[in-house]
């Protein structure tokens, strides 16, 4: 009788049919899965007719209960909230509800290099990986970015990932373990997923850390208040590597008359700001994190020179778009948090139009009041309720306009900017007021640029 047990397949149910629940899907079938898929909405085309070609049963447009209650274990998509009815009842089961991510790590035995934090963690996974590609590397990029951790564990196998990870995603990791972890920096965002208390954001953060031994790497910057505080209070097993652009270090990375120098292993490596590809204060952090793994890696000097040199920004990120009669666009659609928009204001020169405004997640826009008095000479809002904008700036600029549209914004904007002013979408807010997410909004934004 104990036979028929044994070969019974586990079964596991993914929620949420995007890049990374599919991927998941197209692994635990290759793992000789029982696999059934669910989506709350409408799954896109290309990943149905993958899961159509692969034989994969889903659903889409409602989860069965039935069909997930009996699940051995559960792979939930990072953005679908806790507290939905399916999720509860998983729980009062106590059926093991786990992440793409997690599953993945089963199922290699590569190196992971996971980078987070609140701002600069895409620009600084592509910097690595664009560093460990022109090393030779045989390397793969994943987690928020580009592929699925697991599509490229089924397909790929490769023997390095550098791996950018949400919060939301580090929520989900209980044996995951990073060779080599980057905190970039913590400040306040998403802050209605963690009962509005900064601790538990943070906390949330350094799951990066989480099973690191003596043999792995924790590296972060030791400028970020949010960090140090928690640093002092955790135990990580990990060598931890600091970076600065505020004071000198004997060991790490440290800026001192324009240059940034790395310190490690008795190993010296410095380099000019001026020859960095990217600019402003908080991609010298960003060079430098990058900068840390390659001396890590033992990459030649040349190596990671070019790398910083050649590297070429991810799109909607302080994107230069066209200069259109003597004023410059850039599109920072990707700046989603007041942060985000700080770093944007700050390595931008004046004059400037801002172009703000969008969903707003409980904004306070005190931090930005000195950045905006000093160089902003009017603000474009583009969203359906701009009041918050109004109130926080009205004695900082000369004038403020409402607009409903990326063409009406970009018309406006140009209308009344004068040669050599710079236009600067920065929404410091959510897109989905008005746009499908922060991409849609961008490309719209390009488009009435060029349309000009």
Not at 140 to 168: C, D, H, P, T
Not at 179 to 191: G, Q, R, S, W
Not at 251 to 262: F, L, P, R, S, T
């Amino acid at each position: 009788m104990e036979s028929h047990n044994m070969n019974k397949k586990k079964r596991i149910v993914i929620l949420g049919a995007g890049e990374s629940g599919t991927g998941a899907a197209i692994l635990a079938m290759q793992q000789g899965f029982e696999v059934f898929l669910s989506d709350h909405g409408k799954i896109k085309d290309k990943y149905r007719n993958e899961l159509l070609e692969l034989k994969i049963e889903f659903e889409e447009g409602g989860h069965s209960e039935e069909k997930i209650l009996n699940a051995d274990e559960v792979i939930k998509s990072p953005g679908i909230p806790d507290h939905i009815a399916v999720i509860q009842k998983l729980r009062e089961k106590k059926i093991l509800i786990t992440n793409e991510i997690e599953f993945a790590s089963r199922y290699t035995d590569a190196q992971k290099i996971c980078i987070t934090g609140t701002n600069g963690k895409t620009t600084t996974t592509l910097l690595i990986y664009h560093m460990l590609k022109k090393a030779g590397f045989h390397v793969g990029i994943g987690g928020n970015v580009g592929l699925s951790f697991a599509r490229q564990v089924a397909y790929e196998k490769f023997k390095y990932y550098v791996l950018e990870l949400s919060s939301f995603q580090l929520d989900g990791l209980t044996e995951f373990k990073a060779e080599v972890a980057i905190l970039c920096n913590i400040t306040p965002d998403h802050l209605d997923r963690y009962d509005y208390k900064i601790e538990n954001y943070i906390a949330s953060k350094f799951r990066v850390a989480r099973n690191q031994t003596e043999h792995d790497y924790f590296i972060y910057c030791s400028d970020d208040a949010f960090t140090m505080q928690y640093l002092n209070t955790v135990e990580i097993q990990s060598k931890k590597i600091p970076f600065s652009i505020k004071e000198k270090l004997t060991e790490g990375a440290y800026k001192e008359n324009d240059q940034i120098n790395i310190k490690y292993n008795n190993q010296e490596f410095n380099m000019h700001i001026n020859e960095l590809a990217l600019v402003g204060q908080h991609n010298t952090y960003n060079s430098m994190a990058a900068a840390i793994v390659g001396q890590l890696y033992n990459l030649r000097k040349e190596t990671i020179r070019e790398s910083l040199q050649d590297f070429e920004n991810v799109e909607h990120r302080l994107e230069f778009v066209a200069k259109v009669g003597g004023i410059e666009f850039v599109n920072d659609s990707k700046a989603t948090n007041v942060n985000s928009t700080w770093y944007a204001l700050e390595c931008a020169d004046a004059p400037l139009i801002w172009i703000a405004g969008g969903q707003d997640k409980g904004n306070d826009y005190t931090l930005l009041k000195p950045l905006v008095r000093e160089k902003v000479k009017f603000i474009v809002c583009l969203g359906k309720d701009n009041r918050k904008i109004h109130e926080a700036f009205m004695n900082d600029v000369d004038m403020i306009i409402n607009t409903t549209s990326a063409k009406e914004a970009v018309q406006v904007a140009y209308r009344f900017a004068a040669k050599g002013d710079k236009v600067m979408l920065s929404p410091a807010c959510a897109s989905f007021d008005l746009f499908e997410n922060y991409e849609d909004r961008g490309r719209q934004f390009k488009k009435a640029v060029r349309d000009l």
